[in-house]
């Protein structure tokens, strides 16, 4: 007996003792509540990656900027078929889309009338990839929108080689083939114009 502590059966039930069961009682928690806390700084680090990327201007911004665009050919809903590389010589507008996404919705008409524009111009080629989606809702979709432009289901990897996080999501070419600008999020008339005057 020390201080009216016993010392007896190997029990250390001064200070030492406190700070190896508080030790323990802590690493207890952590390992408890780490997963949760990889998971909240993860959702934080893709909301900061996708707000940077949208609220930023200018040629040569997002995760693709001046890597050579991967090629695709599409299978398109009209029976056709689209090849990113015959376009070469125009920029090109590669939007990534799904028929239950309501942003979506809110920016096909304004890439509809775009391309409508840019056709008669003779300048950027537009394409539509439809991701994860029911072929009958799509066609109705681009029935709706009444979208002008080349439309077809991503074969199954194409989303993941223009490393799309989330749709709708922009990708601008420009005419040498190479990644001009990406867009996570919904564009209008204005800001669609805009990036297609910066890379034409």
Do not use: K
Request: proline content about 6%; overall charge negative; hydrophobic content about 45%.
């Amino acid at each position: 007996m020390l201080n009216g502590t016993s010392l007896t059966d190997g029990a250390a039930a001064g200070p030492t003792g406190v700070i190896a069961r508080d030790a323990d009682s802590m690493a207890s928690r952590w390992r408890r509540r780490w997963p949760v806390t990889a998971g909240v700084v993860l959702l934080a680090a893709l909301l900061v990656a996708g707000v940077v990327q949208q609220g930023s201007t200018g040629v040569g911004t997002g995760p693709l900027a001046g890597a050579v665009a991967p090629d695709f050919t599409l299978a398109t809903f009209d029976g056709r078929t689209f090849q990113l590389r015959a376009q070469r010589g125009h920029p090109v507008v590669v939007n990534f889309w799904a028929s239950w996404c309501p942003p979506c919705r809110a920016e096909a008409a304004a890439l509809a009338r775009i391309a409508q524009v840019e056709r008669a111009a003779g300048r950027a080629v537009f394409v539509g990839v439809d991701v994860r989606d029911d072929e009958e809702q799509a066609r109705r979709f681009l029935a709706d929108f009444s979208v002008p432009y080349a439309n077809g289901p991503d074969p199954g990897t194409l989303e993941a080689s223009y490393l799309g996080m989330g749709i709708p999501y922009t990708v601008f070419v420009a005419a040498d083939g190479t990644v001009a600008r990406t867009w996570i999020g919904p564009l209008d008339e204005q800001r669609l114009t805009a990036i297609i005057d910066e890379i034409a």
